[in-house]
Structures are given as structure tokens and as C-alpha cells.
């Protein structure tokens, strides 16, 4: 399955309106920086297949061993607006005692933002589990359709 073109293009300086210190707020990230082609690698087959005009990686991570012991790793997609895309893959982490089936996407949060820059604009939450991984797929500021696009491009 082929990436989305933009899926490792530098994310674009963020309008001033939207910045805060100059960047996207998109929180704190304990991990280790990755590059875009590593990124590819560490995402495996839940790469995005597609990402709005405009949207390019503001950060890339991993993280080996995290405070619970978890590993993760992830990406974040920004445009000029500051609207985001957040995927986080959880290898390994799929539970057979889950209320999540197995390869589909299930909608775990729709609403209003309500912190940082990300006030008053749609955020849509959504995991799946994928051969024994969790993955966990966050959108900031799209309309109902792009999000519904980068979700069904995400495989599972």
C-alpha cells in the first residue's frame, strides 16, 4: 500500500494566529525523534494513505520502554492551521479480552476541543486492533469527510 505523498514532507510553518511560540501545540512527546523514512518503517502498514492538501509531519517518534513499560510508535501531521492528524501504533499491545474488534476502526471520542490552540474545533478519536498491535488515530480541526478519508486510509 502506497503512502500518502505528503506523509514525510516537512510540516509547514503554522500561520501566527495559530502558533503558539511559533509551533503547533500538539502537547508534550516523551520519545525519540524519528525521520520521516524511519517513521515508514516503524508504522509498517497503519502508514496513512492519505492526509489532507497542506498537512506534512511535524514530529515522528518512538518510544522503546515507556513509564508502564509500553513501547509506541507514532506520528504527527500539521498544517498551516495547526489542524492535526496523530497516530500512535502500540505493537504488540492487541488484547483478546478487548471490547475492540479485530480490524475495524471504532470511534472512542467525538466532540469539541477543549485544550491549547485546539479550542472549539472538532476532535475525533478512533482504535483499532491490527495483528496484535493497537493503533490509536486522533484527528484536530478536519471536517467530517476528511476525517472519515484519512480513517479509511489508515489499514487496520
Same mark, same amino acid.
Given at each position: 500500500?502506497?503512502p500518502s505523498?505528503?506523509?514525510v514532507?516537512?510540516?509547514p510553518d503554522?500561520?501566527?494566529?495559530?502558533?503558539?511560540h511559533?509551533?503547533c501545540?500538539v502537547?508534550?512527546i516523551?520519545a525519540?525523534r524519528v525521520? !520521516?523514512?524511519?517513521l515508514?518503517?516503524?508504522?509498517g502498514?497503519h502508514?496513512?494513505r492519505?492526509?489532507?492538501d497542506?498537512?506534512?509531519l511535524?514530529?515522528?517518534?518512538?518510544?522503546e520502554?515507556?513509564?508502564?513499560?509500553? /513501547?509506541?510508535?507514532g506520528?504527527?501531521?500539521t498544517d498551516? /492551521?495547526? /489542524?492535526?492528524?496523530?497516530l500512535?501504533?502500540f505493537?504488540?499491545?492487541?488484547?483478546? !479480552?478487548?471490547p475492540?474488534? !479485530?480490524g475495524?476502526?471504532?470511534?472512542s471520542?467525538?466532540?469539541e476541543c477543549?485544550?491549547?490552540s485546539?479550542?472549539h474545533?472538532?476532535?475525533?478519536t478512533y482504535?483499532?486492533?491490527?495483528?496484535g498491535?493497537?493503533?490509536?488515530l486522533?484527528m484536530v480541526g478536519?471536517?467530517?469527510r476528511?476525517?472519515?478519508?484519512?480513517v479509511?486510509?489508515?489499514?487496520?
Amino acid at each position: 500500500m502506497t503512502p500518502s505523498p505528503n506523509v514525510v514532507s516537512p510540516a509547514p510553518d503554522p500561520l501566527v494566529r495559530s502558533a503558539v511560540h511559533g509551533e503547533c501545540l500538539v502537547g508534550i512527546i516523551r520519545a525519540d525523534r524519528v525521520t !520521516g523514512p524511519e517513521l515508514l518503517d516503524l508504522l509498517g502498514p497503519h502508514v496513512p494513505r492519505w492526509l489532507p492538501d497542506g498537512f506534512g509531519l511535524f514530529k515522528g517518534w518512538k518510544v522503546e520502554w515507556g513509564v508502564l513499560g509500553e /513501547r509506541s510508535d507514532g506520528g504527527i501531521w500539521t498544517d498551516k /492551521r495547526c /489542524r492535526q492528524v496523530q497516530l500512535e501504533v502500540f505493537p504488540g499491545d492487541a488484547s483478546d !479480552g478487548s471490547p475492540i474488534p !479485530g480490524g475495524e476502526w471504532v470511534l472512542s471520542g467525538r466532540g469539541e476541543c477543549q485544550a491549547g490552540s485546539a479550542r472549539h474545533v472538532s476532535c475525533s478519536t478512533y482504535h483499532a486492533q491490527s495483528g496484535g498491535d493497537t493503533i490509536l488515530l486522533t484527528m484536530v480541526g478536519l471536517s467530517n469527510r476528511d476525517t472519515a478519508r484519512v480513517v479509511g486510509g489508515v489499514s487496520t
